[in-house]
């Protein structure tokens, strides 16, 4: 493991500065090895001044909300993660546009019944993603034919190089699950966000939120998993080139491609991240070799993977 400033660390942090974290017990696949340190920042302010601190001093890290799109290795990552529990919400109904507000560790979920609840409609696409407003205002997440780029109002983000920017769509120079910070591996942290919506009766709302909830239950499989695993390509989905290319049911070890969706790798047990890697970099080779498409992650990859 890097050798960290822990020193000056625990004298900025102290009991919130934790050492060798297991990063199995924070991701939603369950696998992953130690992080160096695991700092827990509870409110916007907490996590301006740790990204600040960490910057001056060199120190490599990572904010992590749920854990839902980010492979540790097994052998961990040599720096300090960020567990961002920067939670609060509030649906301002007021005025001719509705607009929500969520701090960038809100869960999708909760944001996404929250305003349903209120009468906001426009969000109950994201209920059912797995990740939180951060993750998502990043990397442009999407489902049932939208996306965050389609109603982001602003976001607050924290960069090294300009500092503290509010941002709209275009600022954030989305495409297809990506912005240009996600393109250009910046060094940036997204604070806070603000979405439009649309008034509605909150019954209406709701029953448009189950049904699209319901239709990915259907769809979708359960159990430790990133969500999906390759962006679409452009004009077809990696789950139908998986899918024609064998790959459902296929594993490695105890993780293995979900026979309900095969753009899903679940853990059957104790799957290890090398498991994982194995059958990511398995799927590639084979659609590759079929229909001479590059599948693209839609997850990261966080340290040291063996290629065997």
């Known amino acids: 493991m890097t050798k ?17 974290v297991r990063m199995a017990n924070y991701t939603t696949t369950r696998v992953g090895g130690p992080a160096s340190g695991m700092i827990s920042v509870y409110t916007v302010d907490e996590m301006r001044r740790a990204v600040k601190i960490l910057w001056e001093l060199d120190v490599p890290f990572r904010v992590l909300g749920s854990g839902s799109n980010l492979l540790v290795s097994d052998s961990g990552y040599r720096g300090v993660m960020v567990h961002n529990r920067c939670h609060n919400v509030r649906i301002n109904t007021k005025g001719e546009q509705p607009v929500i507000f969520a701090e960038s560790g809100a869960n999708l979920g909760t944001v996404s019944r929250q305003a349903s609840l209120r009468g906001v409609s426009g969000f109950e696409w994201a209920n059912s993603i797995p990740g939180t407003v951060g993750g998502a205002v990043y990397g442009n997440a999407g489902a049932h034919g939208t996306d965050v780029s389609k109603c982001l109002l602003t976001a607050e983000v924290l960069t090294k190089a300009a500092g503290e920017q509010n941002l709209d769509s275009e600022g954030m120079g989305y495409m297809y699950r990506s912005s240009s910070f996600k393109r250009d591996a910046e060094e940036v942290v997204i604070m806070s966000a603000k979405f439009c919506g649309t008034k509605v009766e909150p019954a209406l709302s709701m ?3 189950e049904e699209l909830t319901e239709k990915r ?6 159990g430790p998993s990133f969500g999906s695993t390759f962006k679409n390509p452009e004009g077809d989905y990696a789950g139908r080139l998986l899918e024609a290319a064998g790959m459902k049911g296929v594993s490695s070890g105890c993780a293995s491609f979900s026979t309900r969706h095969a753009n899903f790798i679940l853990n059957d047990g104790e799957a290890t991240a090398q498991d994982y890697y194995r059958l990511i970099r398995l799927a590639q080779k084979t659609v590759k070799e079929q229909f001479d498409v590059d599948l693209q992650l839609e997850i990261e990859l966080l340290g040291e993977f063996e290629n065997d």
């Open 4 to 20: 960290l400033p822990l020193r000056k660390l625990q004298a900025l942090f102290g009991d919130k500065l934790q050492e060798n």
């Open 207 to 209: 029953r448009l939120l």
């Open 217 to 222: 239950r259907q769809t979708q499989p359960v």
